[in-house]
């Protein structure tokens, strides 16, 4: 029999494979004990049921970000469009990195409860305490309303991920190499709006 750090770890394992493959409607305590070969007493025990699993894929899922952010170089910028640039792609490319994050974000957008907002919720915290960071010198402009701006345009980075792996494409652009090249240089059109 394994030990109880084993069993845990094969839960959350099985649970990580679970959602990639069928999504969330097939994360439940029964599939996620058969999944890790455990009895469905276990998963209660040890994560008080499949929220508790969910939970433990978050932390995992916000660790890989805050990996894939951490190794984007600061911008060494007085400019806010191309603060904003960088910023959206290195969102956007943690975001691709990340099929747990974009698993997680997907059920957030078909169903609501106190545990995925609070995922969420911890997501949007994760992202704004980056970009704090990294632009402690950069003054909001203060014309127009650059943070309903940004929520469009996050929003907007966030669903060409999200599409990406439903689909090949969105909107007549192809969701591949070339047409990600595309999506960035359509960024630099709309962040004119951003001060130079």
């Not at 990639?20 to 305590?29: A, E, H, I, K």
């Not at 998963?43 to 995992?60: I, P, S």
């Not at 106190?114 to 704090?132: T, V």
């Not at 345009?153 to 192809?174: D, E, I, K």
């Amino acid at each position: 029999m394994r030990d109880r750090s084993a069993t845990e770890a094969a839960i959350v394992e099985a649970g990580e494979r679970i959602l990639l493959r069928d999504g969330f409607p097939g994360l439940n305590v029964q599939t996620l004990a058969a999944e890790a070969g455990c009895d469905r007493k276990l998963v209660y025990r040890y994560f008080e049921g499949a929220d508790g699993v969910v939970q433990k894929l978050a932390g995992r899922s916000l660790a890989g970000l805050v990996r894939t952010l951490d190794s984007v170089p600061p911008a060494e910028t007085e400019s806010m469009r191309a603060f904003a640039r960088e910023s959206l792609t290195a969102w956007v490319a943690a975001l691709r990195a990340s099929p747990l994050t974009l698993r997680l974000m997907a059920w957030a957008l078909v169903e609501s409860s106190p545990l995925l907002n609070r995922i969420e919720s911890d997501r949007a915290a994760l992202l704004q305490a980056w970009m704090r960071e990294r632009r402690p010198r950069l003054r909001t402009p203060p014309q127009g309303d650059p943070a309903a701006l940004n929520a469009v345009l996050l929003a907007a980075v966030q669903h060409l991920a999200l599409s990406a792996g439903a689909r090949p494409g969105v909107g007549g652009v192809a969701l591949d190499d070339a047409g990600w090249a595309r999506i960035e240089g359509a960024l630099d059109q709309l962040l004119v709006v951003f001060p130079d």
